[in-house]
Protein backbone atom coordinates (compact mmCIF):
# COMPACT_ATOMS: atom_id res chain seq x y z
CA UNK A 1 0.00 0.00 0.00
CA UNK A 2 0.73 3.74 -0.65
CA UNK A 3 2.05 5.81 1.84
CA UNK A 4 -1.20 7.53 1.46
CA UNK A 5 -3.90 6.82 3.78
CA UNK A 6 -7.34 6.04 2.59
CA UNK A 7 -10.14 8.07 4.68
CA UNK A 8 -13.36 5.33 5.76
CA UNK A 9 -16.36 6.68 3.86
CA UNK A 10 -19.62 6.79 5.14
CA UNK A 11 -21.96 4.97 4.99
CA UNK A 12 -24.18 5.73 2.31
CA UNK A 13 -28.22 6.02 3.80
CA UNK A 14 -30.84 6.17 0.99
CA UNK A 15 -34.01 8.51 1.78
CA UNK A 16 -37.12 6.30 1.13
CA UNK A 17 -39.78 8.69 0.01
CA UNK A 18 -43.39 7.15 0.14
CA UNK A 19 -45.73 7.12 -2.62
CA UNK A 20 -48.55 9.35 -0.50
CA UNK A 21 -45.64 12.29 -1.57
CA UNK A 22 -45.05 11.26 -5.19
CA UNK A 23 -48.66 11.28 -5.89
CA UNK A 24 -49.56 14.46 -3.88
CA UNK A 25 -46.57 16.09 -5.43
CA UNK A 26 -48.22 15.10 -9.02
CA UNK A 27 -51.14 16.36 -7.80
CA UNK A 28 -50.24 19.31 -6.88
CA UNK A 29 -48.47 19.67 -10.51
CA UNK A 30 -51.46 19.14 -12.30
CA UNK A 31 -53.64 21.35 -10.44
CA UNK A 32 -50.90 24.27 -10.79
CA UNK A 33 -50.64 22.82 -14.76
CA UNK A 34 -54.48 23.61 -15.05
CA UNK A 35 -53.88 26.99 -12.82
CA UNK A 36 -51.36 27.66 -16.31
CA UNK A 37 -53.96 26.96 -18.84
CA UNK A 38 -56.68 28.88 -16.92
CA UNK A 39 -54.85 32.15 -16.32
CA UNK A 40 -53.42 31.82 -20.38
CA UNK A 41 -57.30 32.44 -20.92
CA UNK A 42 -57.96 35.44 -18.77
CA UNK A 43 -56.75 38.57 -19.92
CA UNK A 44 -55.30 39.95 -16.85
CA UNK A 45 -52.75 42.62 -18.94
CA UNK A 46 -49.67 42.88 -17.82
CA UNK A 47 -50.28 40.21 -14.75
CA UNK A 48 -50.18 37.12 -16.77
CA UNK A 49 -46.46 37.33 -17.78
CA UNK A 50 -46.34 37.67 -13.90
CA UNK A 51 -48.79 34.98 -12.93
CA UNK A 52 -47.25 32.36 -15.17
CA UNK A 53 -43.98 33.13 -13.76
CA UNK A 54 -44.59 32.55 -10.60
CA UNK A 55 -46.44 29.06 -11.21
CA UNK A 56 -43.52 28.47 -13.48
CA UNK A 57 -41.22 28.53 -10.53
CA UNK A 58 -43.04 26.52 -8.09
CA UNK A 59 -43.33 23.74 -10.24
CA UNK A 60 -40.12 23.99 -10.95
CA UNK A 61 -39.28 24.00 -7.19
CA UNK A 62 -41.10 20.90 -6.47
CA UNK A 63 -39.51 19.13 -9.16
CA UNK A 64 -36.22 20.05 -7.57
CA UNK A 65 -37.01 19.08 -4.34
CA UNK A 66 -39.06 15.93 -4.54
CA UNK A 67 -38.08 14.26 -7.91
CA UNK A 68 -35.01 15.27 -7.85
CA UNK A 69 -34.07 14.57 -3.87
CA UNK A 70 -32.73 18.19 -3.49
CA UNK A 71 -34.90 18.27 -0.04
CA UNK A 72 -33.27 14.77 1.65
CA UNK A 73 -29.73 15.85 0.09
CA UNK A 74 -26.51 16.61 1.81
CA UNK A 75 -25.51 20.16 2.04
CA UNK A 76 -22.98 20.11 -0.56
CA UNK A 77 -25.65 19.29 -3.25
CA UNK A 78 -27.97 21.91 -1.43
CA UNK A 79 -25.41 24.63 -2.27
CA UNK A 80 -24.65 23.53 -5.71
CA UNK A 81 -28.17 23.95 -6.83
CA UNK A 82 -28.13 27.25 -5.22
CA UNK A 83 -25.06 28.46 -6.51
CA UNK A 84 -26.58 27.05 -10.16
CA UNK A 85 -29.75 29.30 -9.48
CA UNK A 86 -27.38 31.82 -8.69
CA UNK A 87 -25.79 32.32 -11.85
CA UNK A 88 -28.78 31.60 -13.95
CA UNK A 89 -29.70 34.91 -12.82
CA UNK A 90 -26.60 36.31 -13.30
CA UNK A 91 -26.89 34.95 -16.37
CA UNK A 92 -30.45 36.22 -17.41
CA UNK A 93 -29.01 39.56 -15.92
CA UNK A 94 -26.31 40.28 -17.86
CA UNK A 95 -27.99 38.81 -21.34
CA UNK A 96 -31.32 41.52 -20.69
CA UNK A 97 -28.65 44.44 -19.60
CA UNK A 98 -27.17 43.84 -23.04
CA UNK A 99 -30.73 43.35 -24.19
CA UNK A 100 -32.16 46.41 -23.09
CA UNK A 101 -29.28 49.01 -23.68
CA UNK A 102 -29.32 48.13 -27.64
CA UNK A 103 -32.33 50.35 -28.32
CA UNK A 104 -29.66 53.38 -27.30
CA UNK A 105 -26.64 52.12 -30.03
CA UNK A 106 -28.89 52.31 -33.29
CA UNK A 107 -27.88 55.52 -35.80
CA UNK A 108 -30.77 57.22 -37.00
CA UNK A 109 -32.96 56.42 -39.98
CA UNK A 110 -30.75 57.83 -43.54
CA UNK A 111 -33.71 59.87 -45.17
CA UNK A 112 -33.19 59.63 -48.98
Given amino acids: MSSYEFAEHEEYEEHVVPKTVYLTIFGALMVLTLVTVAVAFVDLGNLNVLVA ?54 APPIEP
Avoid at 67 to 91: D, E, N, P
Fill in 53 to 106: MTVAVIKATLVVLFFMHVKYASRTTKLVVIASIVWLGFLFFITLSDYVTRGWLM
